[in-house]
């Protein structure tokens, strides 16, 4: 019975232990069939995400960028191959062992290279950026060390190189890294936080033709992040070539004429609008944008007196001197107030009021009509016209002329200048217009502004006949429907009538060929050229103050203004030159405009 009894024991322990173990197994089956259910449905296209990812990552192959030429071909800006380093999170563990490393092949410190990396919020699949453009050198001591350095990548990129260095920069202009602001435009959708992008000159102005289209490699890698096989690539679409209208020889020989002192040189086609030559100095080197520049380099540039980041062609606004006096002459032609034989006698100086207003030449220029006027520079002849016209008439006419706003060209911040009106002063100032104020404005001074470009623009019109063009700087993009351009478009006619051109432009043919004429120094043989000079003051002289211990100060002498076309029945080549502090236009502007015009004849084969 005892046996018994103990079988039915051990039989009844087995039961509970395999139906125990039953429940055990099925219990684990379910865990299973559930931790499957949520990895393989709930869950799987995250992981199956994750697991290509192990395995095939996408890189962005940068498009190449468009070169720079100028009119005739010769090449301005071009690109270079450089080389960037970067780390994947993912791939580099241990990250400190991996940037130590590093650190020693390429000698930066690895703070310099751990700050890189600190407070990124980024994928750790992504590279970041840790050195750019390292070197042949240093290129071939990572890759020599590759299989220490997990996780290092090398990017090969385009990087701008600026062929003439400062010559030209401020037209051409720089690029730079996209910022915040400029990514979150509606017209930078397509552009990626590390993009580079035209900032300035023709690089921003024409970055549509010049940015090409990205591409991009679908890669499989290994466990170390090194690639294993090439599965599918997408090439870049580069940018289009451009060419500019200017002459890079007439714009070297430009800024050697204004090099070491401040001013701007600007030369166009008088029938075109093309821009042949725009030079402001003191420049600066485009290249140290594209190579990456320091705190301490942009605070050089920006806190230097004499502006080289100012392109003085085109924002630089100073009193037009007696160029004005072209638009004073056209006034006064054209309503009536004076003809080709009005006479006014200058004796050096004028009577207004209480005041006594001086002509330049102190002991006058005796009987003047309005061709001697021009071509000796007369201030009392054209006092006396702008006292019978009134400030506001004379605005009228300048403002006809192009002055008081942008000529029109492609780049961004022109400057508008200033046309002085009564409206204006009461508005600004609470005061009225004073008549004795209009003297100052009809030679130029006062609170007249202009550009370097408006003038150039003005004198070209009055060389062509009348006909405002805007200033062209592209002659051409390498873009399937994009012509030559073989003019600029007419913005404006100049308030004057044939006869009233003839008249002006006889004045300033005198100005150089005259034998009173102020701009003789500007005479070239065999060369008709005609132009005006002007001498702008940078403050105003109180009463029976002569002025000669202000002179001593660089920095308070007038700006030196010279505008000319050529030649006078023909002209191919209108030069306006302003040079600061410079003091007199026939002495500093005039020989410089003469230089390049002579050059551009000598180059044309004339």
């Keep these: ?22 429940f055990c197994v099925i219990g684990a089956f379910v865990v299973l069939v559930i931790r499957l ?59 400190e062992d991996t940037i130590a490393k590093l650190s020693r092949y390429i000698n930066v410190p690895e703070e310099e290279l751990m700050s890189k ?23 071939g001591i990572i890759e020599v060390h590759k299989f220490d350095l997990p996780g290092i990548v090398l990017n090969i990129r385009q990087k701008r190189q600026y062929i003439y260095k400062q010559s030209g920069a401020h037209l051409i202009g720089y690029i730079g890294e996209i910022n915040a602001s400029e990514l979150k435009k509606k017209k930078h959708l397509k552009y990626r936080a590390g993009d580079f992008i035209g900032k300035f000159g023709a690089e921003k102005a024409f970055e549509s033709f010049l940015r090409g289209k990205r591409g991009g490699r679908q890669m499989e890698v290994d466990a170390r992040g090194r690639v294993v096989k090439i599965l599918k690539t997408v090439d870049a679409e580069p940018g289009a070539n451009i060419y500019l209208t200017i002459d890079q020889t007439l714009q070297k020989k430009a800024e050697s004429l204004i090099e070491g002192v401040a001013g701007a040189v600007v030369a166009m086609e008088p029938t075109t609008g093309r821009i042949l030559v725009m030079a402001s100095s003191p420049s600066f080197d485009p290249n140290a944008f594209a190579n990456g520049m320091s705190h301490k380099e942009w605070h050089s540039l920006i806190s230097n007196p004499f502006r080289p980041m100012e392109n003085k062609a085109t924002q630089g606004e100073y009193p037009p001197g007696s160029t004005y006096k072209v638009i004073t002459a056209i006034a006064g032609l054209e309503e009536g107030v004076i003809n080709r034989h009005t006479t006014v006698y200058c004796p050096g100086y004028y009577e207004y009021g209480d005041r006594i207003f001086r002509c330049w030449k ?56 200033l046309v002085p009106t009564s409206a204006w002063k009461k508005q600004r100032t609470g005061i009225s217009w004073r008549r004795g104020e209009t003297l100052s404005v009809a030679i130029g001074q006062g609170a007249n502004l202009a550009t370097c470009l408006q003038i150039a623009v003005l004198f070209s019109a009055v060389a062509n006949g009348g ?44 100005v150089v060929t005259g034998t009173g004429g102020t701009a003789r120094i500007a005479r070239i043989e065999g060369i008709q ?26 920095h308070l002498k007038a700006h030196a203004w010279f505008a000319s076309y050529a030649e006078a029945d023909d002209s191919r080549i209108a030069v306006a030159v302003i040079v600061e502090h410079g003091e007199h236009g026939s002495g500093t502007a005039a020989p410089i405009a003469r230089e390049i015009t002579k050059t551009f004849f000598s180059l044309a084969g004339n």
């Design 467 to 510: 006909t405002l063009y805007k200033p062209l700087i592209l002659k051409t993009a390498e873009t399937e429907g994009t012509a030559p351009s073989e003019s600029g478009t007419v913005i404006g006619t100049l308030p004057a009538s044939k006869k009233t051109l003839d008249i002006v432009r006889k004045g300033l043919q005198e």
């Design 117 to 139: 990396i600190e407070g990124k919020r980024v994928s750790s699949y992504k590279p970041i950026l840790l050195k750019r453009d390292i070197g042949r050198d240093v290129l």
């Design 37 to 95: 259910f949520y990895l393989q449905v709930l869950e799987g296209k995250e992981y199956r995400r994750l697991s290509e990812n192990q395995c095939i990552r996408l890189q962005t192959i940068d498009s190449s960028r468009g070169l720079i030429f100028d009119r005739n071909g010769k090449l301005l800006v071009d690109n270079r191959p450089s080389f960037d380093v970067a780390i994947v999170l993912k791939d580099a563990k241990p990250v």
């Design 1 to 22: 019975m005892m046996d018994e009894y103990f079988k039915k024991a051990d039989k009844e322990w087995y039961r509970n232990r395999l139906t125990g173990s039953m």
């Design 362 to 417: 102190k002991t006058g220029h005796g009987y003047c009509n309005v061709v001697k006027a021009l071509a000796e520079s007369c201030d009392v002849y054209f006092y006396q016209i702008g006292q019978k016209l009134g400030v506001d008439q004379l605005a009228g006419y300048a403002k006809a002329c192009g002055l008081g706003k942008p000529a029109g060209i492609e780049f961004e911040h022109e400057s508008k200048g």
């Design 529 to 554: 050229i005609s132009g005006k000079t002007g001498t702008s003051q940078v403050i105003s002289r109180k009463k029976n103050d002569t002025g000669r211990k202000r002179d001593r100060s660089p």
